[in-house]
């Protein structure tokens, strides 16, 4: 970057913050719902250079008087951006807070599945936990992350500012993904990750990773290129080599772990032998790898309750 002819800095990252711009780009038929920037509380003393404490953003159902939900409570982390109607409006939010706080597997299931993008939701928690980025919602913190709500379409997040991440600041490779186990602030979000459904877009999500940008030929390529070329523009930058032992060590730790969800496709009714039958409507049970996310019968897709993370 040159100002004035004179050279600033050495390498500059430039990034767009999620706005009203961001919706129009990336939901273009769907621009006009509503935006959530999530982030801290924090709060500070008079003068305004003591920080006296911070709460990370939830979507704990916290109320007041008659069990009405405390707007202001989440005004502070839930903050409304690109705001087209009010910025008191918080109805589709608490819709939000009421599914993912409902009953188990009913009427939990069937809310949250209407509302979110739940293999969205997944993918883009699972970049976060991929690279280490700690400081990011639905891991250690309640930040850095946007939730926009289409008016016609399913909740889903934006991340935004990674930068805690590989071998800069980001968790060990071996940090725990396994979703009852690792770190992760806000207990809906751990709900949310561990309900069978949801839990299996997850490791669809680590097992398409593995195989994609985590794999050898692609990162190694990618970040070489790109030291190569700020090398071969005299920039003072330092080879790839510590974010690529990471990654092999994360990627390493991924296999270790889907080791241990895989399982074949198959139909266990009737001992899994075939039968025939007289009536109209029967139910089928099985097992399904995690790479199965719908199951179609004579070509339409059918309704598909998992009791578990193999068993449907």
Known sequence: LFVNGLRRGLVFE??????????????????????????????????????????????????????AKKLARYRWNWRRRAVKDSANNYSDLFALVDAVNAPQPEPYASQVQRLVDCEEWARVTAIEHLVGNWDSYGYNRGKNMYAYKPQNGPWALLAFDIDFVLDNGGDAPTTELRPAAMPINDPTMRMFLSFPVIQRAWWRALQDAVNG???????????????????????????????????????SYIQSLLANVTSGFSITSNGGNDFS????????????????????????????????????
Request: no cysteine; charged share 15%; proline share 6%.
């Open 14 to 67: 430039d990034a767009q913050q999620p706005s009203a711009d961001i919706v129009k780009e990336w939901f273009a038929d769907d621009h006009d719902g509503v935006l959530h920037k999530i982030d801290d509380w924090f709060e500070f003393d008079a003068s305004g250079d003591s920080q006296l404490f911070n709460v990370d953003a939830t979507l704990q159902n916290f109320t007041t008087t008659g069990g």
């Open 213 to 251: 940008p985590l794999a050898p030929a692609n990162a190694s390529a990618m970040m070489n290129a790109k030291y190569q070329g700020l090398a071969a523009a005299g920039l003072p930058v330092t080879d790839p080599s510590g974010p690529l032992s990471y990654i092999a060590s994360r990627r």
């Open 277 to 312: 039958t007289n009536r109209n409507y029967i139910s089928l049970s099985g097992v399904a790898p995690i790479a199965v996310s719908t199951i179609t019968i004579n070509g339409v897709v059918v309704p598909v309750t998992w009791s578990n993370l193999s068993n449907w």
